[in-house]
């Protein structure tokens, strides 16, 4: 997704959707026009959308494109596995 200001206030107006259902119905399925809008915006931020069963985990999608547009890596992608870094701290502390 290009990071113009149109990008981030498309994505800030999603956001603040997405914030608004989910404090009104966390546990609900997301309507199919924001689950529709949510993807359309991942797809122009060149990841792969993920699918939110609940309004709560439309947040989470809304927040992860956020930190997209505003050039911060992808928490998804960024972070490894459990497993992967409690390997990693043992092999630091073998030093």
Same mark, same amino acid.
């Given at each position: 997704?290009?990071?113009?200001?149109?990008?981030? =206030? /498309?994505? &800030?107006?999603? !956001?603040?959707? +997405?914030? &608004?259902?989910? #404090? %009104?119905?966390? /546990? =609900?399925?997301?309507?199919?026009?924001?689950? *529709?809008?949510?993807? &359309?915006? %991942?797809?122009?931020?060149?990841?792969?959308?993920?699918? %939110? &069963?609940?309004?709560?985990?439309? !947040? =989470?999608?809304?927040? #992860?494109?956020? #930190? !997209?547009?505003?050039? !911060?890596? /992808?928490?998804?992608? +960024?972070?490894?596995?459990? /497993?992967?870094?409690? +390997?990693? @701290? *043992? @092999? +630091?502390?073998? #030093?």
């Amino acid at each position: 997704m290009h990071r113009t200001s149109a990008a981030r =206030d /498309d994505v &800030r107006t999603f !956001l603040e959707h +997405a914030i &608004r259902v989910a #404090r %009104a119905e966390p /546990d =609900d399925p997301p309507l199919p026009h924001l689950v *529709a809008w949510q993807r &359309r915006l %991942a797809v122009e931020a060149g990841v792969l959308p993920r699918h %939110a &069963r609940t309004n709560r985990e439309l !947040l =989470d999608g809304a927040l #992860r494109l956020q #930190r !997209l547009v505003r050039g !911060l890596p /992808d928490p998804i992608v +960024a972070s490894p596995p459990y /497993d992967a870094r409690r +390997a990693q @701290a *043992a @092999a +630091a502390g073998r #030093r």
